[in-house]
């Protein structure tokens, strides 16, 4: 067990290093290695700048992504209590991508990754003052808001894609689709700071996960805060996702596939889920990447991949019965 | 009174003969008087050639020239408005080949509208089916002579093709848009041009018109030219930050990057001077 649990710890970063190793440049390990060792001497070189400025930000960029989704998954699956819930069950996706078309279609003055965060993050919080009742945020109400804010952001993101002309509409399609294209090492530290903040309270905060998850009368008689724990929970997976998201698009799945994952492999228990799952979504996130960029000529968006495993996945999960990737 | 009749019968019909006449000596104007385009090189071409007043209607992304914005609008390329289109009593309906649904031209003919089919497929092609095009809205003449501009550039293009010049060869990288990174592929009028040139596309085995590549695959195939293109006048193209980039690239080092208008995005009037701006980019050492 313990071995299963190192092995997925370490697992993010051993596939890191492999993917420097992959690329259509065509180079050598031997001069990747040497890249590596001597970074300085080889600076002003086309090798260097592919590995030091290219595929360097853009795998980091993933796995930091693909730890904010799969955190974020997993929390939310706990506080809401509902094994079918993605990180952007809340309208985070709907708002990010509503920010994003309205950016590049209207206001192109308007930093792309800005609005995304800003409109993300709006959708959420419209959700959550929507689901407030007597000062209390109830799990379906929250359910229901999020789908309603969801329809409603869908909607004028439909208008806006509908109004703006060939070019820009492309342009809004393919950020849609979730891509690390142009990672570079700004957005590393620009949303790599969002993402760490955001996923952090959580792994800190864990174990209440497990209290929450048992049911809110449960939760009130140990004594958690079940309102102001869900807030701290959905506000730090907020943050997180929408930082991830705002660089790269949207991007389904892993929040949703790799909990489950974790949960076959190492059972439901927060304490060992979280932290495991983080890496495990780097790691998922990191070989959908390396397949993106690699498998064709062309830069496939990350979003295809992660939708291609995902389906399958969930009919296998479906077979399996489902029991074992949720406790009760 | 039989014979009154018979005479007043005879001068009714004379009046009718001679007004009939009368009109038909005015000689009415060769050609439809109600056009539609449904493209914006076609709004372009029909300017061009002096029947910008018989446009009836364009679509909503046809911008040049000015006058053309001023046209009642059909809806866009992709998805035009049948019922507006209708709404205008069009006697020539022009539907290009690419840029319409495929389904159009047959809708169009079941609501009883002449329609006639622009192929903007392939360079080669344009100066035929502009002398086509010309020959339909009549203006033969005038269209004419911009096919012959036309192909006075494409001939010219030729002789870089056939010179043992050093620039004969040179793989080009044409970029449409640069976030994501957009080049033009196979099947663009672009792609058309630089083969005509005898200058290889990088991306000429895409298997689609406007291939999206990383970064790396681009350093790996080496352009020796980088085109820059215009982008859209909604939305200014921002080169600075690919060209970062790509820096460790020969022909950023060298400075063999050029800019050009989007003359040739559109085959229209100003594909000569498009073809002519390229020729100039890619054979400057």
Redesign the interface.
Known sequence: MRIKSALILLSPFVVAVLSLFI????LLPEEIINILLHPLAAA???EA??VL???MPRIILAGLAGMALATSGATMQAVLRNPLVDPFILGISAGAAFGCAIAIGFM?WLPLQVAAFIFGGLAVLIACLMARSGGEISRLSLVLSGVIVSAFFTALLSMIKFLV????L??IV?WLMG?F??A?WQQVKTSGIGIVLGCLPVLLLRWRLNVISMGDDEARSMGVNVSRKRIIFIASSTLAVTSAVSVCGIIGWIGLMVPHLIRMISGPDHRTLIPLSMAGGATFMICADTVA?NMT???LPVGIITALAGAPFFVYLMKRGGRESWGN | MVKISRIVGCLQLAALVLCFDFSAAQAAPKGPQRIVSLAPAVTEIIYAVGLGDRLVGVTN?CDRPAAARQKPKIG???NPSLEAIAALKPDLVIVASKENPPELQNRLKTLRIRTHMFKTSSLDDLPTEIRKLGKAIGAAGKASKMAGSIEKALKHSLQLKSATSTVKGRKVMFMV?T????LAGPGTIIDDAINDMGMKNIAA??K?PY???????I??RRPDVIVMGA??P???MNPEPVLH?L???EAVKKGRVCYTSDALYRPGPRIAAGIAELEKCLSRQ
């Open positions: 690329g259509t440049y065509g002003d070189t086309p700048t592919i400025d290219i595929r192109a002309d060939p070019m820009k492309q342009n393919h891509s294209a142009m570079e960029r000529s062309f830069d | 992304v866009n390329m992709a848009w976030n994501p990174i957009t085995d895409s689609t291939p999206r590549y990383t970064l790396e695959t350093m790996a982008g859209t909604g939305m200014k980039r820096r460790m690239l």
